[in-house]
């Protein structure tokens, strides 16, 4: 089946650092951009970050410049998110898809939930 499932979600104090993974199956992973988006419970989705195939070349929002770190291991089939220093803005359901941020997302995971509070 064409599916990402994300894991790691976890409850956290600030500062805390947590790694995501997303295990993707049911297509070319190695051929595709990867994305982490997340939707905070007040907020809307955010876009977080993307690798890109090929190259692997990253970018990051704003928000988490510095402290996230988008990677992935084609040979696995994995995308990861590796997350330092949260903070209590960073709460919130992630989700891993897979498009191209400026055109769109084909395929969404069903999320992982991250909390960050003292």
């Known amino acids: 089946q064409v599916q990402l499932v994300e894991s790691g979600g976890d409850s956290v104090r600030p500062g805390s650092s947590l790694r995501l993974s997303c295990a993707a199956s049911g297509f070319t992973f190695s051929d595709s951009p990867m994305n982490w988006v997340r939707q905070g419970p007040k907020k809307g989705l955010e876009w977080v970050a993307v690798?890109?195939?090929?190259?692997?070349?990253?970018y990051y929002a704003d928000s988490v410049k510095g402290r996230f770190t988008i990677h992935r291991d084609n040979a696995k089939n994995t995308l990861f998110l590796q997350m330092g220093g949260l903070e209590p803005d960073d709460t919130g359901v992630y989700y891993c898809?897979?498009?191209?941020?400026?055109?769109?997302?084909?395929?969404w995971g069903q999320g992982t939930q991250v909390t960050v509070s003292s």
């Open positions: 690798i890109w195939n090929g190259g692997g070349n990253t």
């Open positions: 898809t897979k498009g191209n941020p400026a055109i769109l997302f084909d395929l």
